[in-house]
Nanobody
Framework: QVQLVESGGGSVQAGGSLRLSCSASGRTFRSYDMGWFRQSPGKEREFVAVISGSSGGTGYSDSVKGRFTISRDNPLNTVYLQMNSLKPEDTAVYYC???????????????????WGQGTQVTVSS
């Protein structure tokens, strides 16, 4: 069982930056690929980024590539999402998710992930 807790959300003006954090419980953090997803009102939850448990591999959605950076600190059991050049359309609840994996893959489907956090709100004003 893995418990995930996101933090770092808030309100920012367009063009600004935020860094989200997701802390995980458990002693096998590096065996999980970690993903970030987001959900805006009236829309389905969508993939944002994913990072491998140990190889450093990453993947991004086209809408955030070049603006967002996913990283992790395995000794601290934490994954981060650095969000730069934020746009109003980035406004959403952001969720982190964990997938038990032996081989890294950029998987965008929600059903591929085993554990989810409760989400943190990000609001970008124009």
């Amino acid at each position: 069982q893995v418990q995930l807790v996101e933090s770092g959300g808030g309100s920012v003006q367009a063009g600004g930056s935020l860094r989200l954090s997701c802390s995980a419980s458990g002693r096998t953090f590096r065996s999980y690929d970690m993903g970030w997803f987001r959900q805006s009102p009236g829309k389905e939850r969508e993939f944002v980024a994913v990072i491998s448990g140990s190889s450093g591999g990453t993947g991004y959605s086209d809408s955030v590539k070049g603006r967002f950076t996913i990283s992790r600190d395995n000794p601290l059991n934490t994954v981060y999402l650095q969000m730069n050049s934020l746009k109003p359309e980035d406004t959403a609840v952001y969720y982190c998710a964990a997938r038990s994996a032996t081989t890294f893959a950029i998987l965008r489907g929600l059903s591929n992930y085993d554990y989810w956090g409760q989400g943190t709100q990000v609001t970008v004003s124009s």
